[in-house]
T-cell receptor
Framework: GENVEQHPSTLSVQEGDSAVIKCTYS??????FPWYKQELGKRPQLIID?????GEKKDQRIAVTLNKTAKHFSLHITETQPEDSAVYFC?????????????FGQGTILTVHP | GAVVSQHPSWVICKSGTSVKIECRSL??????MFWYRQFPKQSLMLMAT?????????EQGVEKDKFLINHASLTLSTLTVTSAHPEDSSFYIC???????????FGNGTRLTVT
């Protein structure tokens, strides 16, 4: 089955700096890659996603890049703010009847210091 | 936007008892629902996939007789943890989607504590 590796496990940055989180996946059949932000005790919130027919997607301060050949994708957060502090998870899913069956990475605890 | 309601948000039960968790889609037909478990400071792990009107498909290592999943309607799926033990204490969370490549929606999760 699919395996998703996420790095780093913790990331500490100063407010205003950029943060980058990287994930690799194992199954070339995966074609949907969402990123979630999770605050303690709450549900994951989708912050951005990308499908395999696109190499990059941006939404204001957040961007995701995908390299299908290397089977890795990354989350980029620019101009970080203290409220960006949370746990971030990458995930991968196949399409068709398996769409939505997510394999999650291990998570990255992001801390943004004011 | 689409909402998935999950109840209860937290539950404490005694070892050996059973607990039922409900996941409802409020404004769309959830043809498929997914159940995840998240232990403290860990990632979300898929337990099972349920399609309306069909038996659930369980992931390797998840006991189907212990974690009973029912998806009898297009708006409701339930997870019953039978004969709960302290090691079943975890955050259980559902997600749902309708057909095709429609968005996924997560419930708010259920914090289960077995004493």
């Amino acid at each position: 089955g699919e395996n998703v590796e996420q790095h780093p496990s913790t990331l500490s940055v100063q407010e205003g700096d950029s943060a980058v989180i990287k994930c690799t996946y194992s199954d070339s059949a995966s074609n949907y890659f969402p990123w979630y932000k999770q605050e303690l005790g709450k549900r994951p919130q989708l912050i951005i996603d990308i499908r395999s027919n696109v190499g990059e997607k941006k939404d204001q301060r957040i961007a995701v890049t995908l390299n299908k050949t290397a089977k890795h994708f990354s989350l980029h957060i620019t101009e970080t703010q203290p409220e960006d502090s949370a746990v971030y998870f990458c995930a991968a899913s196949m399409g068709g009847t398996s769409y939505g069956k997510l394999t999650f990475g291990q998570g990255t605890i992001l801390t943004v210091h004011p | 936007g689409a909402v998935v309601s999950q109840h209860p948000s937290w539950v404490i039960c005694k070892s050996g008892t059973s607990v039922k968790i409900e996941c409802r889609s409020l404004d769309f037909q959830a043809t498929t629902m997914f159940w995840y478990r998240q232990f403290p400071k860990q990632s979300l792990m898929l337990m099972a996939t349920s399609n309306e009107g069909s038996k659930a498909t369980y992931e390797q290592g998840v006991e189907k007789d212990k974690f009973l999943i029912n998806h009898a309607s297009l708006t409701l799926s339930t997870l019953t943890v039978t004969s709960a033990h302290p090691e079943d204490s975890s955050f259980y969370i559902c997600s749902a989607r309708s057909t095709g490549g429609s968005p996924l929606h997560f419930g708010n999760g259920t914090r289960l504590t077995v004493t």
